[in-house]
């Protein structure tokens, strides 16, 4: 049982970096495997980066070299840095926790999520 709360979501003109944090809150975020997904109208909610609880990165095949995820235990905050922004990447931006600590982009492991936060690349 853990909360998570997104932030960082604005508009952001098409080329330039945004960086999203996850705070969390309730649990012993240290021992969670995090992970970033992503939703648009009328699409499923989809994988986008993560990083386990021993510290290892994942990404979308189509994330990387763009994306980054990283994690700071002792501000219990999960963060994903995004640069070269393209107008696809418009989506609400959710976080996720589980407690699987080989985890990666399945939905299915992951049983605590936040609320989302809205991601405008103009272009």
């Known amino acids: 049982q853990v909360q998570l709360v997104e932030s960082g979501g604005g508009l952001v003109q098409a080329g330039g970096p945004l960086r999203l944090s996850c705070a969390a809150s309730?649990?012993?975020?240290?021992?969670?495997?995090m992970a970033w997904f992503r939703q648009v109208p009328e699409k499923e909610r989809e994988f986008v980066a993560g990083?386990?609880?021993?510290?290892?990165?994942f990404y979308a095949d189509s994330m990387k070299g763009r994306f980054t995820s990283s994690r700071d235990n002792a501000k219990n905050t999960l963060y994903l840095q995004m640069n070269s922004l393209k107008f696809e990447d418009t989506a609400v931006y959710y976080c996720?926790?589980?407690?699987?600590?080989?985890?990666?982009?399945?939905?299915?492991?992951?049983?605590?999520w936040g609320r989302g936060t809205q991601v405008t690349v103009s272009s």
């Open positions: 996720a926790a589980t407690r699987s600590a080989g985890a990666g982009g399945m939905r299915r492991l992951y049983d605590n």
């Open positions: 309730g649990g012993t975020f240290s021992g969670y495997s």
């Open positions: 990083i386990r609880s021993g510290g290892t990165t």
